[in-house]
């Protein structure tokens, strides 16, 4: 039983990261920034994004429950000891380079990683690749580059919206605004696909409600001092507004948990926009655990 054949496959599920405590809240840019400090003005006003939020978000915990139950999921079609799944995070805790030498200690040679972010970017992918390439685990490792059109991840969103749109509490049918982060505008000098794949996951949810108003908008651009792609969802709003839409349901497509972007963006600061617009506005849930989900990502291991 000690040969390599006998070892089961790692999958490696990564995620961006996140604080635990408010006095994490700086390292933890720092590390973002490539290990420069950003300016203690920028610090704090992401600390009390945090404290607004409660002091840390929920992302690590449901990140570790995704894991529990695709381990339960592979287990359960191929039977114990297939596959072992592992959390790393790229820019806190658990590091994906201490992940990797911890599934190498255990004498593990073959890894599937996959990133909790459907939409390829060399920006976001790409940092994920790099953050594998420096491990130097001496590992065999596959990564899924985009799985924006995976039939359970479009099945899962779908649901979702479906719920969300029969139990809308405003005064008319919803004008759906579907979200993603943004990124730089340099991307679109690289021929990214990041753009056209978000586009997609969008026409191909709503497809499946036809005559659905939509529009999609992008959130939580960086301060950076350089563009990043719009139309901002806070722009958007004025713009619906001013078309008459006044009862709007945002459907973020470009996360699958509940982060920080979610928690602050959309339902704190997003809310208070529309609050001063005069709109009525609702959120779908997250991906999170969703058993439909959860076999998204168990599709990606097969």
């Known amino acids: 039983m000690s040969n390599s054949k006998s070892k089961p496959t790692a999958v490696l599920l990564m995620a961006y990261g996140s604080p635990e405590t408010i006095a994490e809240v700086g390292p933890y840019f720092t590390h973002i920034r490539g290990g420069v400090r950003p300016d203690e003005k920028v610090i704090k006003v992401l600390e009390e994004r945090y404290q607004a939020v409660g002091g840390k978000t929920p992302l690590v915990a449901i990140t570790n429950q995704e894991a529990a139950e695709l381990q339960k999921f592979l287990d359960a079609k191929y039977g114990p000891g297939k596959y072992l799944v592992f959390v790393g995070m790229k820019h806190w805790h658990p590091y994906i380079k201490d992940v990797l030498q911890k599934i190498a200690a255990q004498g593990i040679s073959e890894v599937i990683a996959i990133a909790l972010a459907p939409h390829y970017s060399q920006i976001s992918i ?177």
């Open 126 to 302: 790409g940092g994920y690749k790099k953050a594998l390439d420096e491990a130097g685990a001496g590992l065999q490792i596959k990564v899924v580059d985009s799985w924006h059109a995976n039939s359970h991840l479009i099945a899962c969103i779908s649901r979702q919206l479906g719920e969300s749109l029969k139990n809308f509490k405003g005064s008319a049918k919803p004008h759906v605004v579907f979200t993603a982060h943004s990124l730089p505008e340099r991307i679109r000098t690289w021929h990214d696909p990041y753009e056209s794949e978000l586009l997609k996951t969008a026409e191909l949810v709503a497809a499946g409600f036809p005559g659905l108003s939509w529009s999609f908008s992008f959130q939580s651009a960086g301060h950076t001092g350089e563009p990043w792609i719009g139309p901002d969802i806070l722009e958007n709003l004025e713009i619906l507004q001013s078309q008459g839409k006044t009862d709007i349901l945002i459907c973020s497509v470009g996360f699958v948990a509940d982060n920080l972007e979610i928690i602050f963006d959309l339902d704190i600061e997003a809310q208070e926009k529309a609050k001063e617009l005069g709109i009525h506005l609702e959120r779908v849930p997250m991906r999170n655990t969703e058993p439909e989900f959860v076999a998204a990502l168990g599709s990606l291991v097969e």
